[in-house]
DNA sequence: TTGAAAGCGCTAACAC
DNA sequence: GTGTTAGCGCTTTCAA
């Protein structure tokens, strides 16, 4: 029979399991020491004598104290909660994100509370409420559009510190002071447009998701746009298919129908890439000798397949661990006025694989 | 400037964001009701008249009230958040899963709090021992062996309410009261191999993550062993496999190489059955021509491929949705007592693109 | 270095 | 129906 805690405790769970209801105080109680000491030996262990310290310590263990982190953040009025919401995690791009996020935060001490918002701006609303509520300290987030989103302007407006992840904002914003952290989406897709270029592809086509859920894909499709242009190439329209997952061969084969048909296609991400090579196959071509295939994003997938992916390689777990590390950083010094910066990290080409020379030499 | 709100608060940040710092209290006055009567108007309508109600939504609205679940959790006793443990994200199988998980969870009003395991037992129970600080109302997770788990010891000892996702529990293993929701991994992995019997193979070999990390993987070779048995055909070695991203090549070939090369792979993933399918193909092997190859898992991104992905599919979303639910049920409802239960969820099997008959018919 | 005491924001008896 | 009151478990002045 365990031993009996407090003489009587009528509206709680006579509970034999060990932590549960075990509270500091009890642990006060069995060190002789007081409930303020107590509580000193776990958050400032450096104001009490060693030796009170190894019996509180001591009592603790014994009793099989487990702290209650709810009083200490009700109390604190610091959660050290973070909030993060990305669109899915279907997307490996975010999967291997939060796994940097996750490392980093939980080394770090803070705790984290995930939501996603399947690119939809009203669930972003409604879950960015859901982290509020619970008085996450900040937010790390990838929103569908950052230029143009009601729930920046509302965490701006309630100056909740937060740090946008994926999402890269203009530099010449002038003062909004959003931290953000990505890639420079622009650059990169120009980049590998060019190198598309530089293997002799002169008809490319872009494949992008929806343009309205995704800054990126604007912003990738720009740089794509960028590269046509220095080369005096025609720019195409993109062709923006909704989902990743359904298969979208009438409108690639429609696309490859044309007399002017494209040897190259630069889809806006690995996903999508994977999803129109799969399409390309299924309509008789081979890629690259046909058509090359040029993705974005990276993921680890892609150089999985066979021929490996080409694409513009983001660091996706260094960006979830940039934006916390950037977050936690503010959170702990309060740097909360300083003014928006946005981390650009090095991005990379790799140009083999589903990309080759075309087949006729434009 | 904004209206001061009360008239002093030294310690606290006095703060012109909305709803930060407006307490119930806050509402209560301006609603000229007390505190007692605002709290009932959001967590017991039905006991309060329409027309107060009215006021202290009222008053709400207009003080921008935003109610600080950590009092509400700490009060309560009962914190409505559920702990999530994954072996990781980057497994599109527990992504899925995990969407499933946040739909019904947020449907039910309920909060979640994520963390990934990696499959290490040591980071299971450390992230346990952290959800367990957090207060967790109970658990859904997937561990790496649940016939041999410390931190499901743990959870039954203090008697913390918890489904398994994934982990399928033995039927006989009387009354350890354990719940999960899976696929029959053994009779699923055994009806994928007969079809690759029925398919005219005979020399079938296993490409498996280790079996220490997976419960799952074990229980699939002993369908596929069962399989072969029943056919009398030779059950051989399976090939663990320690990463799912790195290329194996080595391994596939040298069994390829063998005079008795198996002609077709039952891989007991489906990130393994795409690395092998890359493998293969780097030999110069055609799939499903000169090799075939089954997968499991049924991830989305096994139809995307092509050829797609033959596979044993297993209903990712629903599992997850199957163990919130049934966990939330026993919260809500409390019926601790209930032994265990081992719901299995149907699978499928999915036997085309990477699976025909074998080149030289056996 | 330690203790006493006052809450953090909210809920739930218990009265009226 | 509504108000009064007593905390949930913890941190943190303020004194000693």
Redesign the pocket.
Known sequence: MPTPRRAALP?RLASAEPGQ?V???DVALAAK?????A??V???PQ???E??AQRVHEAARRLSFR??L???K????RTRIVGVMLPTLDNAVFAECWRGIEESAMAAGYSLMLVTSNYEPARERERVEYLLRHRVDGMVLTVADASNSTVLDQLDRESVPYVLAYNQVSRDAAGHGRHSVSVDNQTSACEGVNALIAAGHRRIAVISGAFTASDRARQRFAGYADAMRDHGLPIREPVNLPSHTASNAPQIQALMAQPDAPTAFFCTNDLLAIGVISDLKRLGLRVPRDVSVLGYDGIALGALVEPPLATVVQPNADIGTQAITQLLHRLDVGSAGADGNATLLPHALRIEGTVSAPAVPA
Not at 33 to 37: E, K, N, Q, R, Y
């Open positions: 509206p209801g509270t500091l105080a020491v007081s409930l303020a000491t509580s000193r776990f958050s400032h104001l009490v004598r030796a009170t702290p209650n709810l009083g200490a009700l109390r604190a009025q």
